[in-house]
């Protein structure tokens, strides 16, 4: 009998913690070091490969994601032997998509032949934004130039590239992000991921923010036009939302990511990564140490799980439920009453179709346009807890 993370598929999340800067607005769990010994990293993550396949062994892998932190500042050997070692261990898919996180500097992008090599097959940039003086505000080290050189070196390496943008930025008109949207629209290859700017507390941001300090942030109005407006603007250009805030060209999609909203397995190696596996008919939900140094030093020991929880069936539910309505496909009813034991609520489900929040059969639930722009309340509206 199948087991229901195979209807999400496989994949292995590698976490890099080091940056060259921390950006003000960034809640990830990513530091500064001066010196990293990047030899003894690669040991570390080589055993946690070993320590995992030993667990999970003959799955067929479909994704590798190398995320940060800004793993683009590793060593390209460091990520050959990786992938070497993940190969040897993993049969894997025959469209194994493998994926690094690259900031757009000088330093990463003379990178980006050496990664190419290793096998990664697809990179991420970090670009955020099309004019210099909202990168200065962001934190970011890289000028628009530099992007813009460090994209096309991606595209001439890698045959799928997607970037990053950050729009609702301080003082920024719904004119300004239309015409930077189409800006990058222009550039695109196959893929975008575009992100409203959240306050996190624990950021630089946050704390300016509660100080009274954080000005110039659009009202709730104005966000939700600038969201609109980038689906209309992404839909017209041939890239449409597949996700809350993703838009690829019809097969571009993320693989990676489609393993965790469609709730596949997926292993977290690196400082702070989280994970989800099922061994022994039990589902665990995984998270490793959040300190480079203690995760390090735990690696030599096989034990950089600081917790590694079996999940019941109602919170398998809940939290496919939680992944599933951030995609366009939505989520299967059936899928979460066998993860539940029990249906969803009728009333619930008729409730929120009858004011247009979901479209509803008895083989799928999809969240609808206007049900996106309050997608929390119609999750929430589902959980196990409400």
């Known amino acids: 009998m199948a087991e229901d993370w195979q209807q999400g598929g496989f994949g292995l999340y590698l976490h890099w913690p080091f940056c060259e800067a921390k950006c003000p607005y960034c809640d990830f769990n990513s530091h500064v070091a001066r010196e990293i010994d990047q030899s003894a990293w690669a040991e570390a993550y080589l055993r946690e490969i070993d320590r995992y396949a030993d667990l999970l062994p003959g799955r067929v892998l479909h994704s590798v994601f190398f995320g940060g932190g800004t793993p683009s500042l590793m060593n390209p050997d460091v990520v050959a032997a990786i992938i070497e070692r993940i190969r040897d261990r993993w049969p894997v898919a025959n469209d194994l998509e493998i994926t690094l996180e690259a900031n757009p500097g000088s330093v990463e992008a003379g990178r980006f032949r050496g990664f190419a090599d290793a096998g990664v097959s697809r990179v991420s940039m970090g670009v955020q934004a099309l004019n210099d003086a909202d990168l200065r505000r962001l934190g970011r080290i890289h000028t628009v130039a530099e992007a813009r050189q460090a994209f096309d070196i991606a595209k001439n390496c890698f045959d799928r590239v997607s970037f990053d943008l950050i729009y609702a930025r301080q003082d920024q008109s719904l004119d300004d992000w239309r015409a930077e949207l189409r800006e990058a629209l222009d550039m695109a290859v196959d893929h975008l991921s575009l992100y409203q700017l959240t306050i996190e507390e624990g950021t630089a941001f946050g704390d300016r923010y509660a100080a009274g300090k954080l000005r110039g942030l659009p009202v709730e109005d104005l966000a939700a036009d600038m969201y609109e407006a ?34 596949g397995d997926y292993i977290g190696i690196g400082p702070g990564a989280h994970g989800r596996i099922t061994h022994g008919g039990i589902r665990y939900a995984t998270e490793a140490y959040a300190s480079p140094a203690k995760w390090l030093a735990e690696a030599a020991r096989g034990v950089t799980e600081k917790r590694s929880d079996p999940l019941s069936g109602i919170e398998q539910a809940d939290e496919y439920v939680m992944m599933g309505l951030r995609i366009w496909d939505g989520i299967d009813p059936r899928r979460y009453d066998a993860l539940a034991g029990r249906p969803l609520s009728d009333s619930t489900i008729h409730s929120l179709q009858d004011i247009g929040m979901i479209v509803a059969t008895d083989s799928r639930i999809r969240v609808t346009d206007r049900g996106r722009m309050v997608l929390n309340t119609v999750i929430k509206e589902f959980l196990s807890g409400n």
Do not use: D, F, K
Request: charged letters at 20%; glycine letters at 8%; proline letters at 6%.
């Open 230 to 263: 980038t689906q209309e603007l992404c839909g017209a250009a041939g890239m449409p939302a597949y996700e809350v805030s993703n838009h690829a060209r019809p097969g571009s999609e993320s693989r990676h990511n489609l393993i965790y909203w469609r709730y």
